[in-house]
């Protein structure tokens, strides 16, 4: 029997899937229990176009993180720490004070998507990765200096 799939089954495949299973399945498992439809013309129609709605909304998401990602890379952070007098920083600039800091300027990411190995503890400038996506990614200049 052939049947669209509506949820995940593991084994069988993802949402929007058409496969073809044994009749047993499908009537005695599948379908009682909302995890598929039969496949006719009128659903692959609806299927077809979920799905085309669902890529295009995937590329409009897309297409926003690139530009986000291009404001991201025009950004330069500066923090001031305390130091002492052979210029050792007490205190560190973390993930989180970079997002509250890009939050100041009216871009708002989520915390994991900063990309810091462990926190800034040193005066200088900093390279820090922010990955939107895993093909889209910009890099934020952190400049940490003596309060």
């Given at each position: 029997m052939?049947i669209v799939?509506?949820?995940e ?11 073809d299973?044994?009749d ?5 498992f ?5 995890l ?10 609806a299927?077809?176009?979920q799905q085309?709605?669902?890529k295009?909304?995937v ?19 500066s923090f001031?720490?305390k ?5 050792k920083?007490?205190?560190s600039?973390t993930n989180?004070?970079i997002v ?14 900063i ?6 503890r040193?005066l200088?400038?900093h ?21």
């Open positions: 052939r799939l509506r949820k089954v593991k084994g069988v495949g993802r949402p929007g899937d058409v496969k299973v044994a047993g399945y499908a009537t005695n599948l379908l009682p229990r909302g598929a439809v039969e496949a006719s013309a009128a659903t692959m129609r299927v077809s176009q085309d709605s669902t295009a909304r590329e409009r998401e897309r297409a926003d993180l690139r530009q986000l990602a291009q404001r991201i890379g025009e950004v330069r952070l001031a720490l130091a002492g007098a052979q210029g920083v007490f205190g600039v989180r004070d509250e800091a890009l939050a100041a300027r009216g871009i708002a990411i989520e915390r994991s998507k990309h810091l190995a462990e926190p800034i040193s200088g400038t390279r820090v990765v922010v990955r939107l996506l895993p093909d889209v990614q910009a890099e934020i200049a952190v400049e940490v200096t003596t309060a």
